[in-house]
């Protein structure tokens, strides 16, 4: 899923929190295995990336 790298990619994006993400932790890892290339994983790519923006819009806009 997430290969030995991936935390450390998340984290070095932490060095700019002034960025919007960083600073709302809205940082997400979508694994390569289904964005890579256009087969019928990349819908199930595409459903993670969807669901991860629904997070991150539910973390900077709450419900009231």
Request: charged share 15%; with cysteine; net charge positive.
């Amino acid at each position: 899923n997430s290969g030995p790298g991936a935390q450390a990619a998340l984290d070095a994006w932490k060095r700019w929190p002034w960025l919007s993400a960083v600073k709302h932790g809205n940082l997400f890892l979508v694994p390569a295995t289904v964005l890579g290339r256009a087969a019928p994983r990349l819908l199930q790519g595409a459903l993670v990336v969807c669901r991860d923006l629904q997070q991150a819009r539910q973390r900077i806009y709450p419900a009231a």
